[in-house]
Every structure is written in C-alpha cells, then in structure tokens.
C-alpha cells in the first residue's frame, strides 16, 4: 500500500527550503551540507531525504518555486486601462512588495543557477526572462524613440532591475511602506531622471 502524503508535508517542504535558502545564501552552496540544513530545518538529516535527494534537488525546488511565484505575481498583475507610466509603478512596486522577506532566496539566484544542470538552468532562465520582457516592453512604450534601439532597451531594462535586486543589501528588512516609498523613487528616477524625484 502506497504510504499516505502528511497533511502537513508542503508545509514542512516550504520550511526546509527556507532553511536551506538560508544556509546556501549565508555559507555558501558548496560549503553547505545536508547535516547543517537539517539542523538550521530542526529536523533529521534522514529526514530531509524524504523531500530532497541531494542538494542540487533542494537548490533547484528552491529557485523554481521562489520565480514561479514571484513571475506569476508580478506578470499577473492586471494592468488592462493603465498608462505606461501607471503600469511601471505597478510593476515596480509589487516587485519590490514580492521580494519583501525573500532575501536568501533572492541572493542565491546568480549564483546557484549555474550549479544546476543545463535544462534547470535554461527552465529558471526562461522565467527570468519573462519578467525582463514585460518590465522591457513598459519602458519601451514609455520612450519608443529613444529606446528603439536593442541596447540601450536592454541597459535600460537592467538599469531598473539593478535598482530592484539591491534593494536587500541596504535595506532587506524594510516593511512594504518602505518599499512602496523606494519604488516612487525608482519610478521618479526612470522617468524624470535624478531631478524627477519628488520629496
């Protein structure tokens, strides 16, 4: 007879891999054992072998859940009857509202993506890139003339993003009123330049 799922067991996985994220982004994934994550999970080592095979495994669920979720937010939103303008402060703002309390998530992404294999790589890329071409198609309907070309589209696009994924370093633990007051910033930025920013 098949053994049962607990009722409890997507909440136990998603506890793991927080305390795996954290583990990877605070040690670093090659240094990181399965013994240390169990112990930062307050589980068995044994155990996490019920979720997870390997730590490639746990890296990957990790990244693939952590941008499912943060596309099917963001590209989720509905931004049918806005402005380009209303639709990047909307993209911005709820980027910077998901990314609130995924810090280790968030910074292992550069680095652990290489460590998989070619197909995670390419499946967690593509969802990245989803992202790049909603925020892309939003600045390009802002200044179609100036960002015509495909590289300045490109460093504009980064450009806004960079302002995005930093964000933790200075201010991670930054509750949403303090995210919805950067992304004004960001916004004022990207659209008026440094003098475009209001008090």
Not at 86 to 111: F, P
Request: proline letters at 3%.
């Amino acid at each position: 007879m098949a053994r049962s799922i607990a009722r409890d067991h997507d909440e136990k996985r998603m506890g793991l891999l927080a305390s795996a994220a954290k583990v990877f982004a605070t040690e670093g994934f090659e240094r990181a054992s399965m013994a240390r994550i169990a112990a930062e999970a307050g589980i068995s080592k044994a155990n996490i072998y019920h979720y997870y095979d390997s730590k490639h495994a746990l890296l990957y669920d990790i990244l693939d859940t952590y941008l499912t979720e943060l596309r099917d937010r963001v590209i989720g939103l509905d931004l049918s009857g806005l402005d380009p303008e209303a639709q990047l402060r909307a993209v911005v703002t709820e980027t910077l509202l998901a990314y609130q309390g995924m810090d280790h998530k968030h910074q292992i992404q550069s680095s652990g993506i290489p460590m998989l294999a070619p197909e995670q790589q390419e499946s967690l890329r593509g969802i990245q890139r989803e992202l790049v071409e909603q925020m892309s198609g939003i600045l390009q309907a802002l200044a179609p003339e100036a960002l015509a070309d495909r590289a300045a589209l490109r460093a504009a696009t980064m450009s806004v993003y960079g302002m995005l994924n930093w964000f933790y370093m200075w201010n991670g633990r930054a509750g949403a009123e303090a995210r919805r007051a950067y992304a004004r910033v960001v916004c004022d930025m990207v659209l008026g330049g440094v003098r475009g920013i209001r008090p």
